[in-house]
């Protein structure tokens, strides 16, 4: 069966939200790899060189991946169009997972108890990435 992972373009700052992530979810990297290291970089800016070609933080049974955007690239732009859903094992992961990811960004829905049997909420990180992070009280 095929499998879904996330792959998030930034704009430079990669490196550094790629670290909030790990100190979030704990891991290490699976994979880092700059610019200067893969072949034909002569030609990029020197900056562009240092920065993140390939990253890979294994959450779970998915990847969270993610690149700096360079030139000629249009710079990235986020947006509503999209969310990242974390479900957390437990009620004291979720709470864990929430209040780091939300840390010096946006809460937009307090983690709270929800209809549906779960707990919810939903913030945006200091990098613009929109997060839900759900824990099913019903779910074993």
Partial sequence: MASINTY???NGNTEEAFNFYKSVFGGE?????????????E???VGDQEKIMHIA???GGNVLMGTDITDPTPAS????GISISVDA???????????GLSAGGTVTMELQKMF???L?????DKFGIQWMVNHDYGKK
Avoid: Y
């Fill in 89 to 99: 094992a437990t009620e004291e992961e979720a709470h864990q997972l929430f209040n």
């Fill in 43 to 45: 030609g990029m800016a």
């Fill in 120 to 124: 919810f909420g939903m913030a945006n």
């Fill in 77 to 80: 732009t986020f947006g509503t």
């Fill in 29 to 41: 990297f699976a994979v880092l790899q700059r610019f200067k290291d893969s072949p034909g970089c």
């Fill in 8 to 10: 998030l373009n930034f």
């Fill in 57 to 59: 933080l294994p959450i």
């Fill in 116 to 118: 549906w049997g779960a």
